[in-house]
């Protein structure tokens, strides 16, 4: 037998799977998701205010758009500036530590941005690894690279050795949480698999909220960096003791370390008395796709273009929201903390939305892409008074409705795109979607920026972008309970049947349509005789 049939005997989430799943699915994508979003509290900026020999001082607010204060940042000296700024003593980070303020601003969002360049390396960088060498030593060796490059985070002395590592961390956090995934998914049955991509999402969303538990807790930024890589340090002595992927090691041919794999995963799901053997693989001789036939078929061409611009308007808007709620008026804490909380019903809302035939994959998509468009859209049409405490609200209120419903699109992309793609393409045009989506994380740190141009400019971006991709999705196909394609000819089979069947929709419509204006012709005879 093969290793998906052995893992209907050794069991296809027994009580050890369950606990792989607690381990991989939820303490690290806790681990996760603090590294990702740090820069939103370790990069906040304390209030401060400017002490020009006495004579002026500025809050925070003012100074940072108080031509006078820029004119005099840009030509003052660091012993100057020490001397002249001072920051509030509620928190520190590395906007207070090394005066990145006023035009030394965008240095924090470059911080943030080359965390994002990394994952995009890592992500390419160790799915290859992974691949030639297994998965468990790929993943140990990225986790323990990431709590070391996060731990030099925490001890940088200078901002730009902070940068440098930040894009370590970036290589390393990416590539290891991928191949974590991978890893987990190989442990449990195929069924099992949207499961444990449900419970990495909404474990994620849970490590922001606790990110800014602690951030409340710990005001110290160095000590808070070191304090997120104290559970970073658990999941890696928990995870030395799992094993390689069974089905990786089936892969490989080898057979008798994949049997002692899965008979261990038996034993600790309390099946002691199973018994099977494994067999060498057929050779698969199925048609192969490669990159260029994305783009040499005009139907696949024009599948990749839409969901790469969508999957990059989900990571744009995703990150760009996350990171923008330490900007928004309130409590920088509660702001992170709900940003994060509000994603959890978002998960199984969608679940259940796409799996219905009257709303299915494309026009849940397209709800829930133009209803965070349109949230985004309507902050620029409140006023601009922050002593008004309705319009914070309900800038915060939109906000947070933007960050649900981009969360259940950027869950629903995952499954939508793989649906859109032939098997033997699928996961090169995952890849290709994938890669732009690491590009809108890339950009989306600049975003929030945008409201020293004009306040509600990031929410005008956002809305824009979520509502465009959105009416894009309406050049798709829909994929509820539709046969999935195999090969790339098979594409042509479905666009002809999906014309056939629109052609007999609009013969009937027009059948219909006929027979109404002849009885009402009749009617009329009628009544005039």
Known sequence: MDAEEAFKLVGKMGIYQVYLCFLLAVLLQLYCAMEAILIALVGAVPAYYWD?????????????????????????????????VHFNDTFTS?????????????????????????????VILFGQLSDRYGRKMVYLSGLALDILFSLANGLAPSFRLFAGSRFMVGIMNGGMSLVAFVLLNEYIDTTHWALAGSISSMFFAVGIAQYALLGYLIRNWRILEIVVNVQGTIVFF???????????????????????????????????????????????????????????????????????????????????????????????????????????????????????????????????????????????????????RTTLYSIQLLSLLGKLTISASFNIVYIYTSELYPTVVRNVGMGICS????????????????????????????????????????????????????????????????LGDEALALQAAAHTVVKVLIVHSSSRIILQE
Request: charged letters at 15%; a positive charge.
């Open 238 to 388: 928990l995870s030395l003791f799992i094993p390689e992927s069974p089905r990786w090691l089936y892969s490989q041919g080898r057979l008798s370390e994949a049997e002692d794999v899965l008979y261990l995963i038996a034993k600790r799901n309390c099946k002691h008395k199973c018994t099977f053997c494994l067999t060498p693989r057929t050779k698969d001789v199925r048609e192969l796709g490669s990159i260029l036939d994305i783009f040499h078929n005009r139907v696949l061409l024009q599948r990749t273009v839409i969901m790469m611009y969508i999957w990059f308007v989900c990571s744009l808007v995703y990150y760009g929201l996350t990171l923008h709620s330490g900007e928004l008026n309130g409590n920088v804490y509660t702001n992170l903390a709900l940003s994060g909380l509000v994603e959890l019903p978002s998960y199984p809302v969608c679940l259940f939305l796409i799996s219905k035939k009257w709303c299915g994959r494309r026009r849940t998509l397209l709800g829930f892409l133009c209803i965070g468009g349109l949230a985004c859209l309507i902050v620029m049409f409140l006023p601009h008074n922050k002593e008004s």
């Open 435 to 498: 890669m732009f989506s690491r590009v809108g994380g890339i950009i989306a740190p600049f975003i929030p920026a945008l409201k020293n141009v004009q306040w509600s400019l990031p929410f005008i971006v956002f809305g824009i972008a979520g509502i465009s991709s959105g009416l894009l999705s309406l050049f798709l196909p829909e994929t509820l309970n539709k046969s999935l394609p195999e090969t790339l000819s098979d594409l042509q089979v479905f666009s002809y049947r999906r």
């Open 52 to 84: 020009h020999g006495g004579l002026v001082v500025n809050s925070s607010q003012l100074a940072s758009n108080d031509l006078a204060f820029l004119d005099w940042f840009r030509t003052a000296n660091e012993s100057e500036i020490h001397r002249r």
């Open 94 to 122: 590395i906007a207070s530590e090394w005066y990145l303020i006023g035009d030394a601003e965008y240095e924090i969002s470059a911080a943030s941005s080359l965390y994002f360049t990394g994952v995009l390396v890592g």
